[in-house]
């Protein structure tokens, strides 16, 4: 202790609490001493006092460098569910990290199950080279840039895999899985309200199904509408933003039977659509038209 350089070979700290402004310190400060120097530091029943995220009481273990700075960080929480790995590089922090459910901060209400991810932080923002994750029943991955310098700002792209259709659209759609790929942006002066207002674009395709609720193929036969469509796949492209949807160049197939269209729905979740029908049977070949309104919860079908 009295010596002119003070070397510890170890360190432990229970129940510490560490607020974002310590949390920026101890990832970007720079050693106030090179007086000091440090094996391994133990941390114990440690707390986050984010805004943002709850994140759950874990134990540490830092290592550093001959300069005093820390080098690696190896992060467990106490129930073991989630993982983090923090690696010094210079004025950035590289990670990665492994937890059974991550519930996303700034607004949103999605949780992803068995998430996983990668990237860097430093002082501006954040970036994910990869993430992936259980959602909806189905498999989503992606990438993201998390920007806090003037306002908050999150972009990246997102693909999806074997999401049920019924959770999606309930009412609608049956015994069919989603998949998809899109871009997404989203803007706001205040952290909390970052997923107020999303914009995602993209495609989907949904393969093998059931479209609940009318009959094409009895309709374009004079028999009625009512009853349901299967069909052997559906695909279409789609934006939405500012809480409404619009699925443009619309197309579904079962056979002999096509239907293409367009279909919008608001941010009241008001539907309106139209989608021209085709049927080719061996001698004829039939066309009729199917107008979509009512509400997302509520579809009605209309033969025109």
Do not use: C
């Amino acid at each position: 202790l009295f010596s002119e350089k003070k070397d510890f070979k170890s360190i432990e700290l229970d129940s510490p609490s560490v607020t974002e402004e310590g949390l920026r310190w101890i990832l970007f400060g720079k050693p106030v001493t090179r007086n000091v120097g440090l094996g391994q530091v133990s941390v114990t029943n440690a707390r986050l006092e984010l805004k943002h995220a709850s994140v759950p009481v874990f134990a540490a273990q830092l290592k550093f460098d001959e300069e005093g700075a820390w080098s690696s960080i190896a992060i467990e929480s106490n129930d073991r569910t989630t993982k983090l790995n923090l690696a010094s590089k210079g004025e950035s922090v590289q990670f990665d990290i492994d937890a059974r459910s991550f519930k996303i901060p700034f607004g949103s209400k999605l949780t992803l199950e068995d998430w996983t991810a990668k990237g860097t932080v430093d002082r501006n923002g954040l970036s994910l080279s990869e993430f992936k994750g259980f959602i909806v029943g189905g498999f989503l991955s992606g990438n993201a840039r998390l920007d806090w310098r003037a306002n908050w700002s999150l972009t990246g792209k997102l693909l999806a895999k074997q999401v049920d259709a019924e959770l999606l659209a309930t009412g609608v759609l049956s015994n069919a899985r989603i998949a998809g790929a899109a871009t997404y942006s989203m803007q706001s002066s205040e952290s909390a309200k970052l997923f107020a207002s999303p914009r995602l674009e993209g495609n989907l395709v949904v393969e093998r199904g059931t479209l609940l609720g009318v009959d094409i193929g009895r309709m374009l036969q004079g028999r009625g509408i009512r009853g349901d469509t299967r069909f052997v796949d559906l695909t279409a492209g789609f934006v939405h933003e500012r809480g409404a949807t619009q699925l443009r160049q619309l197309h579904l197939s079962e056979g002999a039977m096509s239907a293409t269209g367009t279909v919008d729905i608001d941010a009241e979740m008001n539907v309106s659509g139209r989608l021209a029908v085709d049927l080719k049977l061996d001698s004829d070949r039939r066309r009729g038209t199917l107008a979509i309104s009512g509400t997302s919860k509520n579809v009605k079908w209309n033969k025109q």
